[in-house]
């Protein structure tokens, strides 16, 4: 018979898995693009395609409006400018506070995840006036920052090509990496 910690122990086991989440997508954005001179985040691959920069502005500006008052305010804040973060910076000179503001859009996210309770996950948020559970909202932007963090491991390895080192099992080495994780002690 399930006791009453049973759905605290499923709620913290969510928010847990969402912080490991998050925190992966944002290692992998990170690692592409510290592999990307300032230059090349203004790199557009294809007419109309976006740059690093862009996605940067993007990300940025969704965390900070989705996760801002996250229970008490809609998700979409009013001071948002989302289609200002879709053009391109004018010059080299404006990635350096792009990438500074990109780390305070993350620590939003990860201060309001030390914040939530296994409670709050039942709890309604709005986005543009939708109602979402915590739950349905969190979920919702762990797979928008996946796609936008393979965007941008994407436009570094366009980039370097041969030279890009790999973020997971390199090509042609998975029999070996599965012969190592074989090897290691299980807890």
């Keep these: 018979m399930p006791t009453s910690s049973a759905p605290d122990a499923v709620g913290a086991a969510l928010l847990a898995s969402f912080r490991h989440s998050f925190q992966q997508y944002k290692s992998l954005a990170d690692c592409a693009l510290a592999q990307l001179s300032d230059a090349e985040w203004l790199h557009q691959p294809a007419p109309g395609a976006n740059s690093a920069a862009v996605i940067v502005q993007h ?7 989705r996760f801002t008052h996250f229970l008490t305010s809609d998700g979409e804040k009013p001071t948002r400018r989302r289609d200002q973060e ?29 914040e939530l309770q296994p409670a709050d996950l ?8 939708e109602a979402h559970t915590v739950l349905a909202a969190v979920q919702r932007q762990v797979a928008h920052y996946a796609y936008h963090s393979g965007q941008l491991v994407q436009l570094a390895k366009h980039l370097r090509g041969d030279a890009f080192p790999s973020l997971s099992i390199p090509r042609g080495q998975s029999a070996q990496f599965n012969q190592q994780m074989a090897q290691k002690p299980t807890s």
């Design 86 to 114: 879709f053009e391109e910076p004018a010059s080299e000179a404006a990635i350096a506070p792009l990438k500074e503001e990109w780390k305070a859009a993350w620590r939003v996210l990860f201060e309001l995840l030390d």
């Design 59 to 65: 990300m940025a500006g969704n965390l900070r409006s």
């Design 122 to 129: 039942l709890a309604t948020v709005t986005i543009r006036g």
